[in-house]
T-cell receptor, first 112, second 119 residues
Framework: DAGVTQSPTHLIKTRGQHVTLRCSPI?????VSWYQQVLGQGPQFIFQ???????GRGNFPDRFSARQFPNYSSELNVNALLLGDSALYLC???????????FGPGTRLTVT | AQKVTQAQTEISVVEKEDVTLDCVYE???????LFWYKQPPSGELVFLIR??????QNEISGRYSWNFQKSTSSFNFTITASQVVDSAVYFC????????????????FGQGTILTVHP
């Protein structure tokens, strides 16, 4: 079975621009979560979606938004990019009642 | 608020040595899950184990073993006879659950421990 897929792999943006990151979960997984991992730190929770509804939000500004589609894929949007948004963005999917999350390869975002 | 502490920032061992990675957590929930993930240089987080807060049995999987002690809020990970391929960053994580024991997916990660195994 295919694992979690994310696109694009790498992205370079300029301060003030907007970015959209995409994620496709493992087949059968209805929950998708997004994490930000800054170099040298553990991943930080951004959003969690289940059945197209937001079920959790981390301590991130309103510039960050997300949505989940009927096929359970998800998008993470970041507006008005700042240099500090440079990070590895990880998507994870899970079966809600199992708990363990399976992560995709991530999108490396660089803001210049 | 939940918190996970991995006090060891970096560990360096020689191949075939045993190594233990420490993890201490804080939560007010009575039901929760604990996890260990491995992040090799490629960057993708690899799931290693999940432990339910009600199950304090230690677990062994090949060269890997985990020691969960609720009394000390610790969930330590031991690699026996380490190999060069074990070199990676290891993360301990904590997930809360709702009253029904369902985990909705917010993982709180520790800062990670960089393990380097030298040949």
């Amino acid at each position: 079975d295919a694992g979690v897929t994310q696109s694009p792999t790498h992205l370079i943006k300029t301060r003030g621009q907007h970015v959209t990151l995409r994620c496709s979960p493992i087949s059968g997984h209805k929950s998708v979560s997004w994490y930000q991992q800054v170099l040298g730190q553990g991943p930080q929770f951004i959003f969690q979606y289940y059945e197209k509804e937001e079920r959790g939000r981390g301590n991130f500004p309103d510039r960050f938004s997300a949505r989940q589609f009927p096929n359970y894929s998800s998008e993470l949007n970041v507006n008005a990019l700042l240099l500090g948004d440079s990070a590895l963005y990880l998507c994870a999917s899970s079966l809600v009642n199992r708990g363990e999350q399976y992560f995709g390869p991530g999108t490396r975002l660089t803001v210049t | 608020a939940q918190k996970v502490t991995q006090a060891q920032t970096e560990i360096s061992v020689v191949e075939k040595e045993d190594v233990t990675l420490d993890c201490v957590y804080e939560t007010r929930d009575t039901t929760y899950y604990l996890f260990w993930y491995k992040q090799p240089p490629s960057g993708e987080l690899v799931f290693l184990i999940r432990r339910n807060s009600f199950d304090e049995q230690n677990e062994i999987s090949g060269r890997y073993s985990w020691n969960f002690q609720k009394s000390t809020s610790s969930f330590n990970f031991t690699i026996t006879a380490s190999q060069v391929v074990d070199s990676a960053v290891y993360f301990c994580a904590l997930s809360d659950t709702n009253a029904g024991g369902t985990s909705y997916g917010k993982l709180t990660f520790g800062q990670g421990t960089i393990l380097t195994v030298h040949p």
